[in-house]
């Protein structure tokens, strides 16, 4: 990839980033109701309460899900070979 390929790709995210974190957390919620459902060892949590308030159970159930993966996602862009690391390691020292 090109540098004038990630910088656009940058670009792009960054315009469509309210939109492709509210079908992030669109997916990640009806991803949990579906698993509860399939999975009956979990039937004892009542999904049409939590259902009734939809934006406010699927930002809960985003942000748990973001704090549970966030170190997880940060070791695989470290594995990455992109200079991401460096990017971070450059804002990291900055701040500091």
Request: hydrophobic share 35%; net charge negative; glycine share 2%.
């Amino acid at each position: 990839m090109t540098e004038e390929q990630q910088q656009k790709i940058k670009e792009l995210i960054s315009k469509y980033n309210d939109i492709l974190l509210n079908s992030m957390r669109l997916a990640i919620a009806e991803d949990f109701v579906n698993l509860v459902i399939l999975n009956r060892d979990d039937e004892d949590i009542e999904l049409r309460q939590l259902l009734e308030n939809k934006n406010e159970y699927y930002n809960y159930i985003l942000k748990e899900f973001l704090k549970k993966n966030s170190s997880s996602v940060v070791d695989e862009l470290k594995s990455m070979d992109e200079p991401i690391i460096q990017l971070k390691r450059k804002v990291r020292s900055s701040g500091d």
